[in-house]
């Protein structure tokens, strides 16, 4: 029974993976109801062991994105840096929350990005060629570092990397290209987790592990993910969609979990 579920921790952490190289989030969207209804895990040790996992694979994923040119880094080292203090304060909140409570209105903060991110996409969102230049700008470092901050608490809070708030917050802040978006994320995601397992692991909330089996499945799954990722940046909006679908099915699910078993369905 070990050995099994030892596998599919590997195959969830390759999932894991896989949509942190693409899209530079939904990791932690999917390492927590993975490591819920799959590996078996009780809800805070789920959220404390996936933040850890992600965390590793994010900073895995963000050097091979590094490599490929895909970060903008003033951008990038701003975010991370601003949002620890923000996870570190929502982290601790969380924890005081009800597991299953704190599940759900995670899946609802969920569904409300993924209808921002494809409103964006309609409209067109910031343009396109946004420089390095203009990310460096006063009102766009205000607006970095309001927007790292607010995505930072909310990523302590719920226990994620925060990579599916924290690429449009890049997006919305910078008007930089998604796929520098999705790059520049990761060092952000890693950051984050890295706080809020921290958090988590000095409760005894962290299975070492599952952990363990989490990243090694995900370094494999990012490099592909990452791939894929470089072959669609010319098509900002098709990124933009999977981010999206990926967000929209994931919550769907939670919500139908979680609404049950606190006598909400």
């Known amino acids: 029974m070990d ?3 030892g596998l599919l921790a590997v195959l969830c952490g390759g999932l894991v993976g896989f949509t942190l190289g693409l899209i530079g989030g939904g990791g932690s969207i999917l390492a927590t109801p993975l490591l819920l209804y799959v590996v078996g895990l009780a809800p805070h040790a789920a959220i404390g062991t996936g933040a850890l996992a992600v965390s590793v694979n994010a900073f895995a994923n963000f050097a091979s994105h590094a490599r490929a040119g895909n970060v903008r880094w003033k951008s990038a080292v701003l975010f991370a840096l601003v949002g620890v ?3 570190a304060i929502g982290s601790a909140v969380g924890k005081s929350v009800d597991g299953r409570r704190l599940l759900f209105l995670f899946a609802i903060l969920m569904v409300v990005v993924g209808v921002l991110m494809l409103r964006r996409g309609r409209r067109g969102g910031a343009p396109a060629g946004g420089t390095a230049e203009d990310e460096e700008s006063a009102n766009s470092i205000a607006k970095v ?4 901050l607010a995505v930072g608490a909310l990523s302590g809070f719920f226990g994620i990397g925060g990579g599916f708030l924290i690429v449009p917050g890049l997006l919305f802040s910078t ?3 998604m796929i520098f978006a999705v790059g520049s994320s990761l060092l952000a995601v890693g950051s984050f987790g890295l706080t809020t397992a921290a958090s988590y692991a000095a409760s005894g909330l962290v299975n070492w592990t599952v952990a363990g089996e989490y990243i090694a499945g995900g370094i494999a799954g990012g490099l592909l993910g990452m791939m894929l990722a470089v072959r669609l940046a010319t098509s900002r ?3 933009t969609r999977i981010f999206a679908i990926v967000i929209f099915v994931v919550a769907a699910y939670m919500l139908y979990r979680n609404a ?6």
């Open 175 to 177: 008007g930089m290209p």
């Open 3 to 5: 050995l099994i579920h």
């Open 260 to 265: 049950a078993t606190l006598g909400l369905g």
């Open 237 to 239: 909006a098709a990124l």
């Open 85 to 87: 203090v923000g996870a």
């Open 145 to 148: 570092i309001g927007a790292a």
